[in-house]
């Protein structure tokens, strides 16, 4: 029997982030702004996976990720495998790694909670657990799960990124 599979085309250059968490691709594009490029773009939800069953995969023409963009990807989904590609081959492969500390990404929701006062102080976060993902802020220790998670928005974070690039 003939098994009809749908060939997403390769790309020439550019990245694919692959074994996302399946439903996450469209946040994850939203979370790292790749979702205002102008680049052609292939994206895959719920895609058939051997190893996690179902999987997203979003595949992204001329673009590169930086070290913020993953770790945004790999809050959401630390499974994700990021390759970047020239000339239609693979050149660099990385799983992406969540790191024991969180700083700047994540907003805390404690209102009285230091990160959230005048204080030139980021949120940081230690990450408890990883899957289901667990972690707590170093300030106020508050416990948060994904599904309470609220990210900082981009513009605060390329403020602190320019901030820092100017010290």
Wanted: glycine share 4%.
């Amino acid at each position: 029997m003939l098994e009809e599979k749908l060939k997403i085309d390769k790309i020439k250059k550019g990245t694919v982030i692959d074994h996302i968490d399946a439903g996450y691709a469209l946040t994850i594009l939203n979370l790292t702004g790749l979702d205002e490029s102008p680049n052609l773009m292939t994206i895959g939800v719920n895609v058939s996976s051997k190893k996690y069953k179902k999987k997203d995969i979003i595949k992204i023409e001329g673009v590169f990720l930086d070290e913020i963009q993953m770790q945004q990807i790999s809050i959401l989904s630390p499974n994700a495998t990021i390759s970047l590609i020239e000339e239609y081959k693979v050149m660099d492969k990385i799983k992406v790694k969540l790191p024991k500390k969180i700083e700047g990404l994540i907003l805390c929701q404690n209102n009285t909670c230091i990160s959230n006062s005048e204080e030139p102080i980021d949120s940081e976060f230690s990450v408890l657990e990883e899957k289901p993902l667990k972690i707590q802020c170093i300030y106020c220790n508050r416990i948060y799960k994904l599904d309470e998670i609220v990210f900082s928005s981009r513009e605060k974070i390329e403020k602190r990124v320019r901030q820092l690039i100017q010290l």
